[in-house]
């Protein structure tokens, strides 16, 4: 029921708004003192309330950070759940100012929904969860097996391309959120799950026994994830890309969230441009000076949140692989701040 | 001369009726509602180009070119062929008759178990008609969507999984779904379906003619068992008389799951089961109330007269209940439509799931989607209605 109420609302807004976009987002969110940010209904090590019922992931910190950045307060954030279907129809009508869910970006969604991509937080890629019971070493021999999908993915488009090319058959059983999909899975609907990598272990931890489960070596596709912003405003869209920017900035120089303060001492040109001190600062993007000092002090740059949410530090125990930087063989890689 | 003049061209634009047309009611209230049209027009105009405008300013693509862009998604269960290679205009009417499906099903089945739960609340038996009360009051207290959770997840969740299938009669009942075998009409089948059709106007024609019979004679002719042999004897017949032209797909295990046959997939039992027991409850408690609309002299009257039970039952009380019971039976049937959208919940690929889902995320077109998707469900629903007034003014109170 609140799926169709948010999109009648989505198209009523569609329908009767003009004001909004007139304004600029920053502007907005500078007023009303929160950034509005979509997430996911939950998805461990990307966006999940913890036990004190505070949201914490991945994409949650981009969030964070953007507040930092804008707000010069890593708290001021709102956060809605959003399930696949409804999280562009969000975006688009002004429900929420960042989209930042496990979202892939692809050619019609950049160019067709009137959206850009602000940077990719995450490189993923799909693949595929199965019991171990079925005895299956690779998705090859998934011909004729049963998918639980989530609905409104490319996971949707991907199965079936690949099923296509592989000249085998399927059948998609697609649910609306995650937890529906595992659910599906653990009632045995489906001799298989497919989703991005990353969300198929945040997945299988939270099956009743996670053991039983094992995601199987293939990647069909390329998932490039990251937050998204609507198209035309191109003042906040620069405002996500650099917040981004900075912390990839940040972890290639060896600036963390415990010695910002530190650093401010530091006679490395590159750093005292990153926190403010020299170079471009926040002029061009009508932000205060420290805006990137605060995003690492109070949130951290890209490799602390990585490990944090998703690394090594998590339950989930993603290793960094091509997420790493590009000094480090990785295809994380920000243009330089001056 | 000027002064005489005006009051004479003034008397006689009174005396030609021409007064101001602001004084006679008639036209003012045509005039207002005139004036309510052109206002409400101009406002739905000025949505739509404010819409449009607001599309185009954000990016955003329109139109409904969409329709013939090749979707690119599998879906579990279509009654017309599809594949990933065809269009999203091919996946709406997927979707479209995926709902059909399952409402027209589902009322079928919600009205035959209303009848016999309505019937059976007011029976004499103390068993079946607690029975029947015990049943309408939990399922019409339950809300719908954790009936349908309940089918699918609750009771799925029991099943076994393929490789242990149970089987009778040659079909397999697992997590996966009930398959079940199918006939295939070899050559010469066709012959049997012309008799089947053929036995169905054949019914037609003899009901219309006992029912003649019945209001000039008073006899009864048993329409039932005539009806029957008609409509199924006659095939019966023609089947054994071109040689049993049929042979029969059997499910068979192989991989995953099993192949050949008729599979009916879980969330269509689960949707079917939650739409039909639900709605009968409703159902169950209209007929009810109908039968009780009928004066009990009738009654007397009927048993005074001779009438056994049965014949009472039919002749009497329920052609005078329908009155009663066809325009709330109506909201019933656009109701249950309605619900099976909630089929989108556990994944049974009806219209909203398919269309206002995946197709609506895959291409973006929000506003042309739910538009589309709107317009179905009105469409459907006008439809029913029309055909329950058509059945209501045949069986509503005639005077003469």
Same mark, same amino acid.
């Given at each position: 029921m609140m799926k169709k109420t948010l999109m009648t609302a989505a198209v009523l807004a569609?329908?009767?708004?003009?004001?909004?976009?007139?304004?600029?987002?920053?502007?907005?969110?500078?007023?009303?003192?929160?950034?509005?940010?979509?997430?996911?209904?939950?998805?461990?090590?990307?966006?999940?309330?913890?036990?004190?019922?505070?949201?914490?992931?991945?994409d949650v910190d981009v969030c964070r950070a953007v507040a930092a950045a804008t707000l010069g307060d890593a708290t001021k954030v709102k956060f809605i759940p959003l399930t696949a279907k409804e999280r562009f129809t969000a975006l688009q009508s002004g429900e929420i100012d960042i989209l930042s869910r496990n979202t892939t970006w692809t050619q019609t969604r950049d160019t067709q929904l009137g959206l850009n991509f602000a940077g990719v937080n995450y490189y993923d890629g799909q693949g595929f969860m199965v019991s171990k019971k079925l005895g299956v070493k690779s998705a090859k021999e998934l011909d004729g097996a049963a998918f639980c999908i989530q609905a409104g993915t490319t996971t949707e488009l991907n199965l079936a391309d690949y099923f296509r090319m592989n000249g085998m058959s399927y059948s998609p059983v697609v649910f609306d959120t995650s937890d529906q999909t595992v659910k599906g899975f653990e009632a045995g609907r489906c001799d298989a799950i497919t989703s991005d990598q990353s969300q198929l272990y945040a997945l299988r931890i939270k099956l009743v026994d996670p053991e039983a489960a094992m995601v199987l070596p293939e990647v069909i596709s390329k998932e490039p994830l990251g937050p998204v912003v609507r198209q035309g405003d191109d003042e906040w869209f620069n405002v996500v890309k650099w917040t981004h920017n900075a912390m990839l900035n940040a972890e290639e120089m060896g600036v963390t969230s415990a010695n910002t303060d530190e650093m401010l001492k530091s006679?490395?040109?590159?750093v005292r441009r990153l926190l403010g001190l020299?170079?471009?600062?926040?002029?061009?993007?009508?932000l205060n000076d420290d805006w990137a000092y605060q995003i690492i002090k109070q949130v951290g740059n890209y490799g602390e949140v990585f490990d944090r949410n998703v690394g090594k530090d998590s339950p989930l125990q993603v290793s960094r692989g091509i997420n790493a930087l590009w000094s480090d063989g990785g295809l994380q890689y920000a243009p330089p701040m001056r | 001369m000027s002064l005489s003049d005006r009051p004479t061209s003034e008397s006689s634009a009174i005396k030609s009726g021409s007064s101001r047309f602001w004084n006679d009611p008639d036209k003012r209230a045509l005039m207002f509602q005139i004036l309510l049209v052109l206002g409400l027009a101009a406002f739905l105009l000025s949505i739509i180009n404010n819409t449009l405008s607001n599309l185009e300013q954000r990016g955003i693509t329109t139109g409904f070119a969409f329709l013939d862009v090749e979707a690119g998604f599998g879906i579990l269960q279509s009654l017309i062929p599809y594949t990933e290679t065809d269009t999203y205009g091919r996946t709406f009417f997927v979707g479209l008759l995926n709902t059909v499906l399952v409402s027209v099903l589902g009322i079928i089945a919600a009205t035959v178990l209303g009848f016999f739960l309505g019937v059976g609340r007011l029976s004499k038996n103390w068993l079946i008609s607690k029975v029947c009360t015990v049943y309408i009051e939990i399922f019409r207290n339950i809300p719908l969507l954790l009936q349908i959770f309940f089918w699918y997840f609750t009771v799925l969740r029991t099943l076994p999984s393929p490789r242990q299938s149970l089987e009778f009669l040659g079909s397999f009942l697992n997590v996966r779904g009930l398959y079940l075998p199918q006939p295939v009409g070899g050559e010469g089948f066709n012959v !049997?379906? !012309?008799?089947?059709?053929?036995?169905?106007?054949?019914?037609?024609?003899? +009901?219309?003619?006992?029912?003649k019979r019945q209001e000039v004679t008073g006899q009864d002719f048993p329409m039932l068992y005539a009806g029957l042999g008609l409509i199924f004897g006659l095939p019966l017949i023609a089947f054994f008389l071109m040689g049993m032209p049929m042979t029969v797909d059997h499910p068979v295990l192989t991989g995953f799951n099993f192949v050949g046959g008729i599979t009916i997939i879980p969330e269509f039992m689960a949707l079917w089961l939650a739409l039909t027991i639900y709605t009968a409850a409703f159902i169950a408690e209209i007929v009810r109330g109908g039968i009780l609309s009928v004066p009990h002299g009738q009654l007397e009257a009927a048993t005074a007269l001779g009438l056994p039970r049965s014949k009472t039952l039919r002749f009497i009380i329920l052609p005078q209940a329908l009155r009663v019971i066809i325009p709330p039976l109506t909201?019933? /049937?656009?109701?249950?439509? +309605?619900?099976?959208?909630?089929?989108?919940? &556990?994944? /049974?690929?009806?219209?909203?799931? !398919?269309?206002?889902?995946?197709?609506?995320?895959?291409?973006?077109?929000?506003?042309? !989607? &739910?538009?589309?998707?709107?317009?179905?469900?009105?469409?459907?629903? &006008?439809?029913?209605?029309?055909?329950?007034?058509? /059945?209501n003014s045949r069986k509503a109170l005639i005077e003469r």
């Open positions: 569609a329908s009767f708004s003009g004001q909004a976009m007139a304004e600029g987002t920053l502007n907005i969110v500078k007023e009303r003192g929160v950034v509005q940010c979509g997430v996911t209904t939950g998805l461990a090590g990307f966006s999940n309330p913890d036990e004190k019922g505070q949201w914490a992931g991945l006679a490395n040109p590159n020299e170079g471009p600062k926040g002029t061009g993007l009508n | !049997v379906w !012309v008799m089947f059709f053929a036995g169905l106007g054949a019914t037609w024609l003899l +009901k219309r003619w006992a029912n909201s019933q /049937y656009l109701n249950l439509t +309605k619900n099976s959208s909630l089929a989108t919940a &556990i994944g /049974y690929p009806d219209l909203v799931s !398919v269309f206002a889902g995946t197709t609506l995320n895959q291409t973006g077109q929000a506003i042309e !989607v &739910i538009f589309m998707t709107m317009a179905v469900y009105l469409t459907l629903s &006008i439809l029913t209605s029309i055909f329950m007034n058509w /059945y």
